[in-house]
């Protein structure tokens, strides 16, 4: 199929031809044409194979097909997203994909200043990207007229739906009209979630592109099965190898992710670090750097494992195995995005073989495992830090006996004289 077989407009394909894309994906052959037909959607498709793509395209299309009235503008389509690092990236691609349309995009989430993203809705805007915090904030101050809203999209509607998010979701579709269209895309899609998202969409279409539980074909996994405190060195040992040149690493806690990049900062490997206590402005000059190449690695939290667009990443390194096996399939689609090659390496811990096995049932097979060829495993565990050792050092400390409680007592008053 080629792209002007998608029915999509002019300017469209314009910025498709300039990005240089030469075909659709299957996912975004399957779900495009029902998308212009008005159908609601279900759009299941692995990591990187181009979903922000298969929503945009026909959103944008139908809102250019139908120019906006006079007056101020309010949004006509909301595109949701669970992460400000996915919800810059969405209107990042909107920007580019609707760059030969008069229209005006948007985007609200939390971490920086109300003020600009206030003035823009000000200003009036087609399209709005948007957290659901930020957004339920601002339109409970004024901002952002949600009685316009033709379109809907959930981008990683698994997560959109989950317990956290779905309150935050009723309370939006509670200000939209009822005469809309709702798309729900993710790679990776519960029946429970998927009969939830049903109560969302009005006889919806279901687009499924290969096994929900796929990682994406490209990305070539193995283990490495390691002792806790050799990880750190064994991740040492694999850099020296320069096709490991940009490499995403995912550890458990952001403790752990500040942890480790100190030490790789101090082994000399330039590295960037994401999590939720680091501000905006710091979630995006590690962004930025990574990108760019001024940070080797990106060392992050699964806050990374959605929302994480950038080309060329070589290697996923699970330093610690994710909790959820739906959190595997994300991470490790951030590389082999759009048909490139690219490897998925997670260090196993003698504790993380049942989690490993419970990986590999939900995968339906089994993960390689391999050694790291003159990597020496008898490295002493590091010594405790000054804090580790006073730590134990107190709790090691015997408990004093307790007090006695102190007698109190009182002389016997004098008796007064009669006289």
């Given at each position: 199929m080629a792209f002007r077989d998608l029915v999509l407009s002019s300017p469209i394909l314009e910025a498709i031809r300039e990005a240089g894309y030469t075909e659709p994906t299957p996912i975004q052959a399957a779900a495009i044409p029902p998308i212009l037909a008005g159908h609601d959607l279900i759009g299941i498709a692995q990591?990187?194979?181009?979903?922000?793509?298969?929503?945009?395209?026909?959103?944008?299309?139908?809102?250019?097909?139908?120019?906006?009235?006079?007056?101020?503008?309010?949004?006509?389509?909301?595109?949701?997203?669970?992460?400000?690092?996915?919800?810059?990236?969405?209107?990042?691609?909107?920007?580019?994909?609707?760059?030969?349309?008069?229209?005006?995009?948007?985007?609200?989430?939390?971490?920086?200043?109300?003020?600009?993203?206030?003035?823009?809705?000000?200003?009036?805007?087609?399209?709005?990207?948007?957290?659901?915090?930020?957004?339920?904030?601002?339109?409970?101050?004024?901002?952002?007229?949600?009685?316009?809203?033709?379109?809907?999209v959930l981008d990683e509607a698994d997560r959109m739906l989950d317990m956290g998010f779905l309150p935050a979701i009723r309370q939006i579709l509670r200000k939209l009209p009822r005469e809309r269209q709702t798309l729900l895309f993710s790679a990776t899609?519960?029946?429970?979630?998927?009969?939830?998202?049903?109560?969302?969409?009005?006889?919806?279409?279901?687009?499924?592109?290969?096994?929900?539980?796929?990682?994406?074909?490209t990305v070539a996994q193995f283990v490495y099965e390691v002792a806790p405190h050799l990880k750190t060195a064994l991740l040492l040992h694999l850099l020296k190898d320069p096709k490991l040149d940009m490499v995403l690493v995912f550890a458990r806690t952001k403790h752990r992710a500040d942890r480790l990049a100190r030490q790789l900062e101090r082994s000399g490997v330039k590295t960037a670090t994401l999590h939720s206590n680091r501000s905006q402005s710091q979630r995006m000059r590690a962004l930025r750097d990574f990108k760019a190449g001024a940070a080797r690695l990106l060392v992050a939290t699964d806050i990374a494992s959605r929302g994480i667009d950038v080309d060329g990443i070589s290697h996923v390194v699970n330093f610690d195995l994710p909790q959820n096996p739906e959190d595997y399939v994300h991470r490790i689609?951030?590389?082999?995005?759009?048909?490139?090659?690219?490897?998925?390496?997670s260090f196993v811990s003698p504790e993380e073989r049942g989690p490993l096995r419970s990986l590999e049932r939900f995968l339906g097979r089994g993960i390689p495992r391999k050694q790291a060829e003159g990597f020496h495993h008898d490295v002493p565990a590091p010594e405790p830090s000054a804090r580790e050792e006073r730590t134990q050092a107190s709790s090691?400390?015997?408990?004093?006996?307790?007090?006695?409680?102190?007698?109190?007592?009182?002389?016997?008053?004098?008796?007064?004289?009669p006289v």
């Open positions: 990591t990187g194979t181009g979903k922000t793509a298969a929503f945009s395209w026909p959103v944008l299309t139908k809102l250019s097909e139908q120019p906006p009235q006079g007056g101020r503008r309010a949004p006509r389509a909301l595109i949701l997203a669970p992460t400000r690092e996915l919800a810059a990236q969405i209107q990042e691609n909107i920007r580019a994909y609707g760059k030969h349309l008069p229209l005006r995009a948007a985007s609200v989430f939390g971490g920086v200043s109300e003020r600009p993203q206030i003035e823009a809705l000000r200003s009036g805007v087609d399209l709005l990207v948007a957290c659901p915090g930020r957004l339920l904030d601002l339109h409970g101050q004024g901002y952002g007229d949600l009685s316009a809203i033709r379109y809907l899609l519960s029946p429970e979630i998927e009969s939830l998202a049903r109560e969302f969409l009005r006889s919806p279409k279901l687009v499924e592109i290969g096994r929900r539980s796929n990682p994406a074909q689609g951030r590389t082999g995005r759009a048909q490139a090659i690219g490897d998925a390496i090691e400390r015997p408990l004093r006996p307790s007090r006695a409680p102190r007698a109190w007592t009182r002389a016997p008053r004098a008796r007064r004289s």
